[in-house]
T-cell receptor
Framework: DQQVKQNSPSLSVQEGRISILNCDYTNSMFDYFLWYKKYPAEGPTFLIS?????DKNEDGRFTVFLNKSAKHLSLHIVPSQPGDSAVYFC??????????FGTGTSLTVIP | DTEVTQTPKHLVMGMTNKKSLKCEQHMGHRAMYWYKQKAKKPPELMFV???????INESVPSRFSPECPNSSLLNLHLHALQPEDSALYLC?????????????FGQGTRLTVV
C-alpha cells in the first residue's frame, strides 16, 4: 500500500513561471517530509525538507508547504528554470529516517 | 566531502553468478541504506544499517545479503538473482537513523540480470 502519493505523473511549465508539485500521504505519524530531485541514471538529490511543527520552509527558489490536517504537502519552484527539469520525489518519515517515497512527478520546464 | 560513492555503475550478471555492490561514504554518517528502484517506480527500502548493525530488513529475499564491514562501507552481496531483480540499486547514508535529517544518495548501480 503506497503511503505517499504523487498523483500527477508529469507537469510542464513555462520558464519563469511557478511550478507546483503536490504530494499526499496517509500515515498521520509521519513527522518529517523531504523533496528530492532525480535525473535519469542518477541517485536522488536532496532539495528541501520540513518538519511537522512547521507549515512552510523556504530555500531560495524552493518553498515547501505542509498542511497536516489535509495530509498534503507541496513544492513551489519560482521562477522555474530549464535546469529544473527532472523527476521530483516527495518522501516522508516517521520518528526516524526510514524514508517512504512517493511515485514521482516528472517536471519539464519549457524554455 | 558530501558524496556517497557506489561501484560499479553498471553490472550485468547471470542467474548463477555471485557479485557484490559496494557503497562508501566519508561523512561520518552512522546510518546506511540500500534501496531498489524499478523504472517509473519510487525507491523502495531494502535494508537499514545503524551503527554497523542491521536494524531493518524489509522482507528482502535471501539472495540479497547486506554487509557493513565498517562505518564507511556498505556492501550488497548478490547470488542466484532472477531477471525481475534487474533495477537501479541505490545506497544512501544519513547522520543517524533517528534524527531529522536528509539522506544522501549515491548515483546507483544499474543491475541487469540475464
Amino acid at each position: 500500500d503506497q503511503q505517499v502519493k504523487q498523483n500527477s505523473p508529469s507537469l510542464s511549465v513555462q520558464e519563469g513561471r511557478i511550478s507546483i508539485l503536490n504530494c499526499d500521504y496517509t500515515n498521520s505519524m509521519f513527522d518529517y517530509f523531504l523533496w528530492y530531485k532525480k535525473y535519469p541514471a542518477e541517485g536522488p538529490t536532496f532539495l528541501i525538507s520540513i518538519s511537522s511543527i512547521k507549515d512552510k520552509n523556504e530555500d531560495g527558489r524552493f518553498t515547501v508547504f505542509l498542511n497536516k490536517s489535509a495530509k498534503h504537502l507541496s513544492l513551489h519552484i519560482v521562477p522555474s528554470q530549464p535546469g529544473d527539469s527532472a523527476v521530483y520525489f516527495c518522501a516522508a518519515s516517521e520518528v526516524g529516517n526510514q524514508f517512504y517515497f512517493g511515485t514521482g512527478t516528472s517536471l519539464t520546464v519549457i524554455p | 566531502d558530501t558524496e556517497v560513492t557506489q561501484t560499479p555503475k553498471h553490472l550485468v550478471m547471470g542467474m548463477t553468478n555471485k557479485k557484490s555492490l559496494k557503497c562508501e561514504q566519508h561523512m561520518g554518517h552512522r546510518a546506511m541504506y540500500w534501496y531498489k528502484q524499478k523504472a517509473k517506480k519510487p525507491p523502495e527500502l531494502m535494508f537499514v544499517y545503524s551503527y554497523e548493525k542491521l536494524s531493518i530488513n524489509e522482507s528482502v529475499p535471501s539472495r540479497f545479503s547486506p554487509e557493513c564491514p565498517n562505518s564507511s562501507l556498505l556492501n550488497l552481496h548478490l547470488h542466484a538473482l532472477q531477471p525481475e531483480d534487474s533495477a537501479l540499486y541505490l545506497c544512501a547514508s544519513s547522520p543517524t537513523e533517528t534524527g531529522y535529517t536528509e539522506a544522501f544518495f549515491g548515483q546507483g548501480t544499474r543491475l541487469t540480470v540475464v
